[in-house]
């Protein structure tokens, strides 16, 4: 079992910044991947970044290469999403998710664990 919490979101205007954490526990992490998706209301879940935590090979998304950037701490057993560039259209639930392997998935039925989310509004 791994167990994830998210934190970090909130309210911030267009252009600005926040970033997400995302503390894990229990089982260990050599063999797994962390990523976040996202979800507007209305619509599917979608993938946003991720990372394996033993290599350290990330992944993004189209829509927010360039303007995210996922990272992991060791000894913190957490993971980072910093946002850069927010708009209207980043106004979402962020989740944290976890997989076993190295590779990272956009792909959201290959995710065993999730975290309960955590709300980003950007207003205009």
């Known amino acids: 079992q791994v167990q994830l919490v998210e934190s970090g979101g909130g309210l911030v205007q267009a252009g600005g910044s926040l970033r997400l954490s995302c503390a894990a526990s229990g089982r260990t992490f050599s063999r797994i991947t962390l990523s976040w998706f996202r979800q507007a209301p209305g619509k599917e879940r979608e993938f946003v970044a991720g990372v394996s935590w033993n290599g350290g090979a990330t992944g993004y998304a189209d829509s927010v290469r360039g303007r995210f950037t996922v990272s992991r701490d060791y000894a913190k057993n957490t993971v980072y999403l910093q946002m850069n560039g927010l708009t209207p259209r980043d106004t979402t639930v962020h989740y944290c998710?976890?997989?076993?392997?190295?590779?990272?998935?956009?792909?959201?039925?290959?995710?065993?664990?999730w975290g309960q989310g955590t709300k980003i509004t950007v207003s205009s």
């Open positions: 998710t976890a997989k076993s392997g190295e590779k990272v998935s956009g792909d959201k039925n290959n995710y065993t664990y």
